[in-house]
C-alpha cells in the first residue's frame, strides 16, 4: 500500500480546498487482487475528512457512504 496514488498528501490538499468527489480504482493484473488494499484505502480518505466515494452510472454520479461500505466489507469478510 505504499504506492497509493495519488499520494495522501495530495488527497488531503484536495479535501482542504473543497474537493469531495473521490473514486476508487484497481491496477490489478490478477484477479484475486482485485480491490485489494480498498480498506486502507477506505480508512485512509476517513481519516482525511472523506464521508463518502461516488461511483459513476450512465455517467451520473451516486455516492456511498464510507461507513456503509466498511460494514459490507467487515460482513463479507466475516462470512468467507
Not at 474537493?19 to 484475486?32: C, K, M, N, Q, Y
Not at 486502507?40 to 461507513?67: D, Q, V, W, Y
Amino acid at each position: 500500500f505504499n504506492n497509493a496514488f495519488p499520494h495522501p498528501q495530495i488527497l488531503k490538499w484536495y479535501y482542504e480546498l473543497g474537493g469531495r468527489v473521490i473514486t476508487l480504482g484497481s491496477d490489478a493484473h490478477f484477479p484475486e487482487r482485485i480491490a485489494q488494499h480498498y480498506e486502507k484505502a477506505l480508512t485512509m480518505l476517513e481519516s482525511i475528512g472523506f464521508e463518502h466515494i461516488t461511483l459513476f452510472k450512465n455517467r451520473r454520479p451516486h455516492t456511498i457512504l464510507l461507513s456503509d461500505i466498511k460494514e459490507a466489507w467487515l460482513l463479507t469478510e466475516s462470512n468467507i
